[in-house]
Every structure is written in C-alpha cells, then in structure tokens.
C-alpha cells in the first residue's frame, strides 16, 4: 500500500527557508493530489496546498506568497519550500495524498507520520 | 474561503455511550465534508468522505450525515480506542479547511 514519508530540518531560524521532502513509496506521485498540511503545537490542522499532474499547484491563500510545493517524478518525491519562516511556522508538518471525487469532493485519505519543524528567533 | 466551526471542543463520555459532533460551515459544501480521527503524537486518519461515506476499514459505528450546511459525526457504542480528536474538513473549495477540533476524552 501507499506509504509517505516526510524528511527535513527540525530547526529552521527565522526569516530562512524551510525545506521538507515527502517520499513516496508503492504508489506513483504522477497520479492523486499529494498534499501537505501542518498543525502547530495544540492547534488545529491546516492545509499549507497540493501538487497534481506533477506540475500542478493550489495554495492556501494565506501562505502563497511564501510556499512552493513541487513534485520529483524520477525520484517520486514532493517537496515544500516555505520561505521567510517565522515562530508561528513552528509546526508538524505532514504531507498526504488526496483525490477528488466529482470535481467537489476533496479528502486525504494516506498520511505521512509527519515532521516537526522548529523555528527559532 | 469557508471557514469551519467545530462544536463541542471537548467532550467528556463513558465506553459504550453514543456521541455526536457536529461541524457548520460558512457557506454550502454540497456535503464535501470529511471526517478525521487524530490520536496524540499520531497523523489523523480518514474516516469518512463527502459526509456519509464510511472509509473501506473503517467501523461502521461511525457514521456521518448532512443537513444543509450543517454535518454530524456520530458514533455508536463508544469503544475505548475511539478517544481521541475529531476534525472536520471542507473538501468542497480551496483553501479546504478544517474545523478546530473535538476533543473527546473518557469520563
């Protein structure tokens, strides 16, 4: 079955990039809506944005200016990009595959175990 | 953007009690509504889609349904391995948002 695993930094200072890989295994990354969200320490989730087609992006508004998700078909890999990191990017950061159904149903429905983050002043 | 509220945020229940959660959203979502269950220091886990769809696996104690812009988690006959916190999610538009969450804990 499809398994998810994400890589990267643990600490990231502030106002640098954050880097994070998701390594895709038992599925191909050509196909679904690989996603990554993130949920800071005893906060809600929140989704950061999905690649599909391996070229294809949709970001939340409230962080487009600052992420790039991209996908690595020879590698079968996604990877996020989040510049100019604050504190509150602190997070565990999670990357999941989604498909949708009938152009209006959007769900998750395999998760990587996630990765914490940690920014620092 | 349709934002998600979330209700109860906490939940207090004994093993075998029926519980419900229920989730509004801003506007209507045509029933794209998704149902998450997150233990601690674990990734959530699908459980339901498009408000009734009980994911392949999953107990059919769990159940989901909709009423306009309104979505209820129900769960029959709680079992100890169901504490744990509840998320909702808008799959209907981008940015596809969650609820806050519902904590339920054993009383």
């Known amino acids: 079955q499809v398994q998810l695993q994400e890589s990267g930094p643990g600490l990231v200072k502030s106002s640098e990039t954050l880097s994070l890989t998701c390594t895709v295994s038992?599925?191909?990354?050509?196909?679904?809506?690989w996603s990554w969200i993130r949920q800071p320490p005893g906060k809600a989730l929140e989704w950061i944005g999905f690649v599909y087609n391996s070229a294809n992006t949709n970001y939340n508004p409230s962080l487009k200016s600052r992420v790039t998700i991209s996908a690595d078909s020879s590698k079968n890999q996604l990877s996020l990009n989040l510049s100019s990191v604050t504190t509150a990017d602190t997070a565990v950061y999670y990357c999941a595959r989604g498909a949708i159904l009938q152009f209006y149903f959007f769900f998750m429905d395999v998760w990587g175990k996630g990765t914490t983050v940690a920014v620092s002043s | 953007d349709i934002q998600m509220t979330q209700s109860p945020s906490s939940l207090s229940a004994s093993v075998g009690d029926n519980v419900t959660i229920t989730c509004r959203a801003s506007q209507i979502s045509y029933n794209s509504l998704n149902w998450y269950q997150q233990k601690p220091g674990t990734a959530p886990k699908l459980l339901i889609y498009?408000?009734?769809r009980l994911r392949s696996g999953v107990p059919s104690r769990f159940s989901g349904s909709a009423s306009g812009a309104d979505f209820t988690l129900t769960i029959s006959s709680l079992q100890p391995e169901d504490f744990a916190t509840y998320y909702c999610?808008?799959?209907?538009?981008?940015?596809?948002?969650f609820g806050q969450g519902t904590k339920l804990e054993i009383k």
């Open positions: 038992g599925g191909s990354i050509s196909s679904s809506y």
């Open positions: 498009a408000a009734s």
């Open positions: 999610q808008q799959g209907y538009s981008s940015p596809y948002s």
